[in-house]
């Protein structure tokens, strides 16, 4: 079963201000959960480069991906320029794997409240497919 995909609201801003896609996002964590493990930080958190269409071909831009072992749920939690960070700090790592805990222990009609509220928003497929 392929996993729902979510941005939090921080980081749906930086992927419009840079163009990052919703298709360019479920991408990334479909090759993930085909076994690609580019930028695992252990755990459910992930560290993967996304080219950003607004700023042209060579920009690329980190993504922080928390993505759930049971498959059901992959949430994108921050983003940065690559040029401004190129590895997460070990204080940064800690944080974000609390951070990535927190949103993957949220029951699923509690994450369902969230996203009525605007905390997290789905990404859409193309074409509705999830294979």
Request: charged content about 35%.
């Amino acid at each position: 079963m392929a996993a729902d995909v979510y941005v939090m609201r921080e980081f749906e801003s930086f992927a419009r201000k840079w163009g990052i896609s919703d298709s360019a996002l479920v991408d990334v964590v479909r090759r993930i959960e085909a076994g690609d493990k580019t930028g695992c930080h252990g755990g459910a958190l992930y560290k993967r480069r996304l080219k950003g269409e607004a700023r042209g071909s060579r920009d690329l831009r980190g993504a922080v991906a928390a993505i759930e072992r049971n498959g059901s749920r992959a949430v994108y939690m921050s983003g940065f320029a690559k040029d401004n960070k190129e590895t997460l700090s070990p204080r940064e790592e800690k944080a974000f794997r609390a951070q990535s805990k927190q949103i993957m222990r949220i029951p699923d009609d509690k994450f369902e409240q969230a996203v009525v509220a605007g905390l997290f928003r789905k990404v859409e497929e193309r074409n509705g497919d999830k294979s």
